[in-house]
């Protein structure tokens, strides 16, 4: 019986000891990680006042997205032999210089895709990789400081596309008003006067006209996430028809060094554009020819998930 007893405390003085080792461990690791988020709050305090201080800010990430596939004799699906490929590229970059009494923000956001779906056994399909995304954007904001947190500021922003059919609808807003900053990541633009120029081959469909422009965008790096969403409308004051918005969104998390994930995703809403569209695939017969009035104005969309490089 005595050896029994020696024996079992003997198998359970190991476990006792890697029980106290482990509650040990964990304890330091606690008092670490607590030490650690200190630290991380005094230097996102630090940055925070340099982010404040005059001068140019440059900075830029982008998402790259790669999915490639190849099948052969997989049977299980309907067409067996299939190459498959999807390709998306991001780009986010910004220039602000901020000055006591005046501010410049320039900003630029690119997303191009290809895509391509090649059966191998039809050899009349097409097998190159074939535009999908794209989307051009570029903004530049000036403005002079009234009081503390408000400016009349000049706002030009183009957008476009630039793998097919360059300028083709493209846009142009120049227009004047006031920028709100309440705080340092958050810009407000009202521009109550506001042209918005649109460049097309086709201007039956494509015209520009007098309104409203309202921005906002926000853009934030806490730690290891980069954050910027932006949201850019215009309000004709002519017509609802000619009226368009944007909201793109775009998210980094650095996970070593430059190299992170990111996702971006991009919503807009553009009748002409819709129009357009419609008239172009329109068939002779098919019923009544698309117009402002019977078009279906669909939410447009992307999104683009894959890794991101931080410059």
Known sequence: MKKLVLITALLALPLATFAQTKEELEAQKAEKQAEADKLQSEADAIQAQIDALP?????AF??????????????????????????????????????????????????VGWVKFDDKDDP???????????????????????????AAS?????????????????????????TWTPI?????????????FVFAEDDTIFESSLGAKFLVDYTRKIGAISFKSN????????????SNW????????????????????????NKQEALNFATTNFVEGSGPAPTFENVDNELQSYWLLGITYAF
């Open 55 to 59: 001068g140019w800010k440059i900075g």
């Open 124 to 150: 009349t399909d097409d097998d190159s990789f074939q535009e999908a995304t794209d989307v051009f954007n570029i903004t530049s904001l000036y403005g002079r400081n009234i009081f503390k947190n408000v």
């Open 62 to 111: 982008g998402t790259v997205g790669v999915n490639l596939s190849s099948f052969d004799n997989w049977y299980a699906q309907g067409t067996p032999n299939v190459s498959s490929g999807n390709i998306g590229v991001t780009f986010n970059g910004f220039a602000n210089l901020k000055e006591e009494k005046y501010f410049w923000r320039n900003a630029l956001n690119v997303n």
């Open 246 to 269: 944007t909201w793109v969104n775009s998210l980094g998390y650095k996970v070593w060094k430059s190299l992170g994930v990111g996702f971006e995703f991009g919503l807009r809403g």
């Open 154 to 178: 000049a706002l030009a922003e183009y957008r476009t596309t630039v793998l097919n059919n360059f300028n083709d609808p493209g846009y142009l807003d120049v227009g004047v008003g006031a």
């Open 231 to 242: 949201l850019s409308a215009f309000y004709s004051y002519e017509s609802s028809d000619l």
């Open 184 to 196: 340092e990541n958050l810009v407000v633009v009202v521009h109550p006067l506001n042209y918005n």
